[in-house]
């Protein structure tokens, strides 16, 4: 009854922030999405699961006909097209009787139901990805404090042993026979993820010149604890991921002397931190040649092509290892685990499913939008590397569209990294001065033409 009542919660809750405004919206969805994993372990129900979905869907329902909105065909048109194009096939797969109706169920949300982000990320404003900034690195702060609490006391008073937990309890690699810290998440890879798709968004709100004196110690500090959380979670992926956005960051933005310093001083500060700390040194084990390209053949040579040829029109939504509740495990039939994404996707939606991410996947990591002139344009090429590296990573790792909430996290940057930026507030008021010192020399009958069509371009930005 509780997990129901918390699924209600998500949704209202969710709905009606997304109501008020976008970027309220996605900050509820990703507060769920912090709160998922342990609410998921502690309250022991089949709709403990749902609690995300619950917040997600309310998300989807504010947002309403937007989805099917013309008027940013010019910017959203390819990105729409290839959104229906991937939703479509894994619903016509559905009804093929691969797997029991309920695994195929649960496949078909794990293949699709996060797709639509895409499409909400392009309407969302870049007031509100400011404001989406600040609440991501509250809740950094949040994560980071029960990571620290865990690393003291344990994780079991906060993840009971049950079937549930029990990818927390199989990550013991930690030097010293400790495990993986989870903080809030259903494992360390969700926490290190989750903290890894902040940066982006923390480090394009930073450097942003308007804002409040309070918000950039706030912003800094969030970005802090992601790169503790990403050492507490001693994941070796994520580890790597969040070195490229380092340098990126630090090489590669025109930051200020002053946030240069800054940002070297705290960068300094974690190395010091992890190397005289074995149990943040796991990313050492990268060094281990023998062990990454044993990783890498096992996942990407031999089982894929396994797969392959016996599997070529998929085992079945669910069948290819989709994170399914454990009151689905054994109803799997021929179940397929590997560590790679494309050999999941392979493995569920056969190789016309496979080709159709790879045609998603070669048009985004081509599109050069990430690179135009724009105010955030370091977040957003700081995102073109981030999923090009992710893409390429996928081939070792499993969970691209299905970790909570890493997934909503990252699609929400892709989705807003594709599509052409539309202009900032700052371009509206330029414009405006540009237009009163015409109008001074113009006289009335321009004064009323010129007002009118500003203010339509004033109603188009504020979707009024």
């Not at 050492?284 to 023998?290: A, E, F, I, N, Q």
Request: net charge positive.
């Amino acid at each position: 009854m509780l997990a129901i009542l918390l699924c209600i919660i998500a949704f209202v809750a969710t709905y009606l922030s997304a109501r008020r405004t976008l970027a309220a919206g996605l900050l509820a969805v990703t507060a769920a999405g912090y709160l998922y994993g342990i609410l998921r372990a502690n309250i022991q129900s089949p709709a403990s699961h749902f609690i995300f979905d619950a917040s997600l869907t309310g998300l989807y329902l504010a947002f309403g006909a937007r989805f099917f909105d013309s008027a940013g065909d010019d910017k959203k048109g390819a990105l729409r097209l290839w959104t229906a194009i991937l939703i479509c096939w894994p619903c016509l797969l559905c009804f093929l009787p691969f797997q029991p109706l309920m695994v195929s169920l649960v496949g078909l949300r794990g293949n699709i139901f996060f797709l639509p982000i895409l499409l909400i990320s392009g309407s969302v404003r870049h007031a509100d990805w400011r404001r989406f900034a600040f609440g991501l690195a509250l809740l950094n702060i949040l994560a980071l404090g029960f990571g620290v609490a865990e690393y003291f006391r344990g994780i079991e008073p906060f993840f009971p042993r049950s079937a549930v937990t029990s990818i927390i309890y199989a990550s013991g690699d930690v030097a010293g026979g400790n495990y993986r810290i989870p903080s809030l998440f259903s494992s360390a890879h969700a926490y290190a993820g989750t903290m890894v798709a902040t940066i982006p968004f923390l480090f394009g709100a930073w450097i942003q010149p308007d804002r409040k004196r309070f918000q950039t110690p706030l912003l800094l500090a969030g970005m802090v604890a992601a790169l503790c959380g990403v050492l507490l979670a001693s994941t070796r992926t994520y580890f790597v991921i969040a070195l490229y956005f380092v340098t990126i960051a630090i090489f590669g933005s025109a930051l200020g002397a002053r946030k240069r310093k800054l940002l070297s001083v705290v960068i300094v500060a974690l190395c010091a931190l992890a190397l005289t700390n074995e149990r943040f040194q796991r990313f050492k084990s990268l060094s281990d040649s023998d062990m990454v390209v044993e990783r890498v053949a096992g996942s990407v040579n031999r089982s894929f092509f396994e797969i392959l040829f016996e599997y070529p029109m998929g085992n079945g939504l669910g069948g290819g290892g989709t994170s399914m509740p454990f009151f689905l495990q054994d109803r799997i039939q021929r179940p397929i685990n590997i560590e790679s994404e494309y050999a999941r996707i392979l493995a569920e939606q056969g190789i016309i499913g496979l080709g159709l991410w790879t045609g998603f996947i070669v048009w985004c990591v081509f599109r050069r939008t990430p690179f135009v002139p724009h105010p955030w344009r370091t977040s957003r090429r700081m995102i073109w590397y981030w999923y090009t590296l992710s893409f390429v990573m996928a081939a070792i790792g499993i969970g691209m569209l299905t970790a909570i909430p890493t997934t909503f996290l990252f699609l929400l940057a892709v989705g807003w990294a594709v599509v052409i930026p539309g202009p900032e507030p700052s371009d509206l008021f330029e414009t405006s001065a540009r237009r009163v010192r015409l109008i001074q020399s113009a006289g009335a009958a321009y004064v009323a033409e010129d007002a009118a069509s500003w203010l339509a371009e004033y109603y188009v930005w504020n979707d009024i």
